[in-house]
């Protein structure tokens, strides 16, 4: 990833990629590379045991978001100077989809990246809801049906039901050839997710001076919330809660991933100032090395 964001960078800098084509990938991977990857996800066999594990995490999920936004507005409040939309966007969204599913995947394997798919599901019904009202100042509700009217949240429906109804179109579960050609070209964009999105992230970079961002104290406080304080206070309730493991540690990991690369997306979206979701986002990225370590032998200490 940090290759792929360094890719990004030089791109930048050798004029391959200008500011406008930053923004039209961005557009690309919200609106077509995102959806795929989220309807793909539940491309799998019916089971059981998954199905309740799903639902747990699916109420592990809302319940880590609920204390995430209630930390966020309690610690950044609006004041001149101060641009509480972008910190607070930093500090509930985790970068859940593109660091997660590797983690995870090293971590329990197929099984935890079936139950991150909860967690990404109500990551994009709350980015594209509460974040897209928290970004774009618009507080409507027509915003908020026109949100759910978005390809991420259409495609989170969509494959839940594909799911449920076990209507797979994926090779392992076809008989014939025509059948497996759409899955396999869905494939193809959904491997897009991570590279297009790093690049993206490395564009962005490339025009933070990094040495003037470690300078600036409301940085590390964001870095602090997202990193340290809203994890550890997730952790904590759930090891109370006495909850199953599988489902709680991918919450936890994906809870504790850096800043969201969507962030920086919505900043270009909306005309914020996506240079300094970018210095959070690099700075968040760097420390997640040391403090995501941090948390997972935290929450095995109170287990």
């Not at 599988?246 to 920086?264: D, F, G, Q, R």
Request: glycine share 4%; with cysteine.
């Amino acid at each position: 990833m940090f290759l792929l964001i360094l890719s990004g960078i030089l791109c930048f800098k050798l004029k391959l990629i200008s500011v406008k084509g930053s923004k039209e990938m961005s557009s690309l991977i919200l609106q077509v590379v995102n959806p795929v990857v989220i309807f793909v996800s539940y491309q799998r066999e019916f089971d059981k045991k998954l199905l309740n594990g799903l639902m747990l995490s699916f109420v592990l999920s809302v319940v880590a978001y609920a204390i995430a936004i209630a930390v966020s507005y309690l610690a950044i409040r609006k004041k001149d100077g101060i641009e509480y939309d972008i910190e607070r966007f930093s500090s509930i969204y985790s970068n859940c989809g593109f660091m997660g599913i590797p983690l995870i995947n090293a971590l329990l394997g197929l099984e935890g990246v079936f139950y991150l798919t909860a967690f990404i599901t109500i990551f994009n019904l709350l980015a594209w809801t509460h974040g897209v009202i928290q970004m774009s100042g618009v507080k409507s509700f027509k915003n908020i049906v026109s949100a759910f009217r978005s390809p991420s949240v259409i495609a989170i429906f969509v494959g839940l039901i594909s799911f449920l109804l076990r209507a797979f179109i994926s090779p392992e579960m076809t008989q014939t050839i025509a059948e497996s050609i759409p899955m396999n070209a869905l494939g193809y964009i959904g491997d897009l997710n991570t590279p297009l999105a790093m690049i993206v992230a490395g564009c962005s970079i490339a025009q933070v001076n990094i040495l003037a961002a470690v300078k600036k104290p409301r940085i590390y406080f964001v870095s602090a919330l997202r990193l340290i304080i809203i994890p550890s206070i997730i952790v904590v309730l759930f090891r109370l809660l006495n909850v199953s493991e599988e489902p709680m540690l991918t919450i936890i990991v994906a809870m504790s991933a850096p800043t969201a690369t969507m962030a920086t997306l919505f900043c270009l979206k909306y005309d914020k100032n996506y240079v300094y979701s970018s210095e959070i986002f690099a700075v968040t990225t760097l420390f997640s090395i040391a403090t995501m370590p941090l948390i997972v032998a935290f929450s095995n200490l109170l287990k």
